[in-house]
């Protein structure tokens, strides 16, 4: 049975991510603001109410019992803030990745399952809104080919603890498995270390779904210009999303003959179809997450969060996509348990 009365959250974490979900959790009339637990204190000012910043998580619960948290802090991070939050019965929603390995994300789906809790993982591209309409237009595309991403731009700093394959990627791996219909089946990448971390800084993945649809993606922290693209290809045409201005446009497959001169023709192609910009409805992607996952906490099963077993499932490939970059062979994950 859904309840009325908006839950209370907490945001574990107030840096890049979190300081974002601490501002919609005190504005959003889907929600309620509990408070929020950072050691560094609330440095980008993102609490209205000082007495609700708290250093700790036990000295959060020591006052406020939320009856959900926002895990935020980094990924190595979040198996430790799991244990804590759901020993104390509050319902999380991770980050994504939704943990630094695959056992450890299936811990946290462990913890939350035994707890009798319900989690989620911040996977927020899904609710770009330029990719939510391409993925309800998908059956105007007829048969799907492939799905490609390109997720390219500078360097954040704030990253340290993960590479560009946990950190961005599995953005992408997410976006592919969920766009293109099917787990992903095989995958062979590359990576390329470039500025000295110990941790990849490019990736290039191509693979097969297990409905036999092919994927790539391009991923980088080096490109000094910042690029969200994701492209679906049909029989109909193509879905292009420019999911940094959320704008979603369609080509469609050539009906009219280009003619003109010669070098026209050879410039566009022997035919060339209609292109169409969508107008969209525009809701900022964190806020339709949390409202998404205060809906679940609310009891409605059926709303449109990542769950922890898809987020784990992401993990799974991602890892699969670094073992494919240091071996030099392609991954088969068609028997692998995620």
Known sequence: MESSVPPRGAVIGLGMMGRHHARILQSNAAMRFAGAVDPGGDRFGAVADRARVFGTIEEMLAVERPEFAVVAVPTEEHLPAVRELTAAGVNVLVEKPVAATAAEAREIIGLVADAGLVGAVGHVERCNPALRELRRRLPDLGEVYSVATERVGPF??????????????????????????????????????????????????????????????????????????????????????????????????AHVSTGGWAADAARRGVAEGDVTKFALRREEPLAAELEAFCALVGGNDSAPVVTLAEGLETVVVAEAVLESAASGASVDLTGSAA
């Open 156 to 253: 954040p700093d704030r990253i340290r603890d993960v590479g560009v394959v946990k950190d961005l990627a599995t953005h992408d791996l997410d976006l592919v498995r969920w766009l293109g219909g099917a787990p992903i089946a095989r995958v062979a990448a590359q990576t390329s270390h470039r500025m000295g971390r110990d941790h990849e800084d490019l990736v290039l993945v191509t693979g097969r779904l297990a409905n036999d649809r092919a994927f790539n993606c391009v991923v980088d922290w080096l490109t000094p210009r910042k690029i969200r693209e994701t492209r679906v290809l049909g029989e109909g045409g193509m879905f292009v999303a420019d999911t940094l201005n959320a704008d979603l446009w369609f080509y469609a497959n």
